[in-house]
């Protein structure tokens, strides 16, 4: 990945986020953006793509760029664990069974570096995400739930 296909990644990886965390509702979108932004290049990926432990990489269909995935060593590791901190597959390839190639091929990749167990978080409302990981033996380990106070 490039620095400016980097960039392209942090900037609709933030926007996504901010527009789907339940953590930013009722936050002007724009200053949920930045907020999410700060906190993801100063905690996550302080030194950008060259970020030790991390890996972020462009999905190709033959030469077409299909997406992206971005891997992490999570903050609080436990073992030889990694993180997919976010996987897209751009709106016109989707289903398309690229997702699901690229967390075999990235799992297979994984292993090769020691790796021995992937986390991930999903939105609730991605059903699409979650039957997908679901069906790959991914297992939910927390929940969490949000209401307004009336």
Request: net charge negative; aromatic share 12%; proline share 4%.
């Amino acid at each position: 990945m490039s620095e400016t296909e980097f960039q392209e990644y942090v900037d609709g990886s933030c926007r996504s986020f901010a527009q789907e965390s339940p953590r930013y509702f009722g936050i002007p979108l724009e200053q949920a953006i930045q907020s999410v932004r700060e906190e993801f290049l100063t905690k996550v990926v302080p030194q950008g793509l060259h970020t030790p432990g991390h890996f972020i990489w462009n999905i190709f269909n033959d030469q077409t760029r299909v997406g992206f995935l971005h891997l992490g060593e999570p903050r609080n590791q436990v073992g030889k664990e990694i993180f997919a901190w976010d996987l897209e597959i751009f709106e016109p390839f989707r289903k398309n069974g690229f997702a699901k190639q690229t967390m075999i091929e990235a799992g297979k990749k994984l292993k090769e570096l020691g790796y021995t167990r992937v986390g991930l978080n999903v939105f609730g409302g991605n059903k699409v995400a979650i039957g997908l990981y679901d069906a790959m033996g991914f297992r939910i380990t927390q929940v969490q739930m949000v209401r307004e106070i009336d």
